[in-house]
């Protein structure tokens, strides 16, 4: 169970955070007419996420954050257990960037229904990080589509790291005919270039460090047998490195911890 000290003290500048269905309903009807944007997270907070909401706030009246670490799109419990939740600094963060709504609800609120209504696609959801994290993006989907109808977003903001994620949110709104707008945003990167991510306050300093390796040699100009080669060298573990969607796509590990990046392929 979470515990979030800051909620329910009422100090809030204009922020109003919710840890419930009802809630989040009354507070969206306080905003009723307003044109809405939204950023689903799993929380711990960086700066990719917040350029999501920066966007959010420019194109919007009202940003709405939820963060939720979903069970159901995990499919190793340890990477649940370990994800990290700071949700004290993540609230302080939101406030500072101006978003209206946080709404950070109970799993089991969410899945009233014990996860037996599911929502999968069948082909892009079968390869590349489908392949690796089996039932992931059936789990990712579902929540996506709970909270679209629980927040009921004119537009929803979607990072371009989670590449696959991307292409099958905007598939899911497609073809369920969902009057909502994706707007992709481009990766936020640290200086050495690693993509920022949660995952990776996971890294020992050591690995953090040869993190940096990995969208460097992604982003260069050797073969993908080549690349692969040198991360192996490396001491990484590589599930893949492809040419798909225009974009040449990576999945490796280090020790425990698993990174995913992408980068547009350049014209020929
Ligand atoms: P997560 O909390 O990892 O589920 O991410 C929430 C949203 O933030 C997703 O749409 C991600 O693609 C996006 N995101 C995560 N990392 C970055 C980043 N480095 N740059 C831009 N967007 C990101």
């Known amino acids: 169970m979470l515990t979030f000290n800051r909620l329910n003290q009422g100090n809030f500048h204009n922020m109003n955070t919710v840890s419930n269905i009802g809630e989040l309903r009354a507070a969206l009807t306080k905003r009723q007419g307003k044109s809405i944007g939204f950023i689903p997270t799993m929380g711990h907070l960086h700066a990719g996420h917040l350029s999501l909401c920066e966007r959010s706030t420019n194109e919007n009246e009202v940003t709405v954050v939820s963060i939720f670490v979903n069970p159901t799109q995990f499919n190793q419990t340890s990477d649940f257990e370990f994800y990290p939740r700071t949700l004290d600094d993540d609230i302080h963060l939101l406030e500072k960037h101006n978003v209206d709504v946080l709404f950070i609800p109970e799993t089991s609120s969410l899945y009233p229904d014990d996860y037996q209504i599911q929502l999968s696609e069948t082909i892009i959801s079968k390869e590349l990080e489908g392949e690796f994290r089996p039932g992931h993006f059936n789990g ?129």
């Open 140 to 268: 990712m989907l579902t929540i996506v589509l709970k909270l679209f109808n629980l927040v009921k977003p004119h537009r929803a903001y979607f990072g371009e790291k989670d590449y696959q994620q991307l292409l099958l949110v905007k598939k899911m709104v497609d073809a369920l005919f969902l009057p909502i707008d994706i707007r992709a945003c481009t990766t936020k990167r640290a200086l050495d270039g690693l993509a920022l991510s949660s995952r990776n306050s996971r890294l020992k300093p050591d690995e953090r460090i040869k993190a940096a390796l990995f969208p460097e040699l992604l982003q260069s100009e050797l073969s993908l047998a080549d690349i692969k080669a040198q991360l192996l060298a490396h001491g990484f573990n590589v599930d893949y490195i492809v040419e798909q969607w225009g974009r040449r796509l990576g999945a490796v590990s280090l020790g425990h911890v698993r990174l995913i990046d992408n980068f547009p392929l350049l014209p020929t």
